[in-house]
């Protein structure tokens, strides 16, 4: 691999927005690629059980360096 180059890993997170001034977060785990961590948030969508409540897949990226 090149020096400068990117390594990207995807993570699942619940996110409760509890009110506008107060956010809840956990992380479910780390995946190598958005297709692992999406089928991963199907079988956790239950956790969201209601609208002030988001699963979603967020892409990190790091330098290798």
Not at 21 to 40: A, I, K, V
């Amino acid at each position: 691999a090149y020096p400068w180059s990117v390594v990207v890993i995807y993570v699942l997170v619940w996110f409760h927005f509890v009110r506008s001034d107060h956010l809840q977060y956990y992380e479910f785990g780390t995946f190598g690629s958005m297709e692992e961590c999406q089928e991963e948030k199907v079988h956790a969508a239950q956790l969201v059980t209601n609208n002030n409540m988001l699963l979603e897949c967020v892409a990190i990226a790091a330098d290798r360096s």
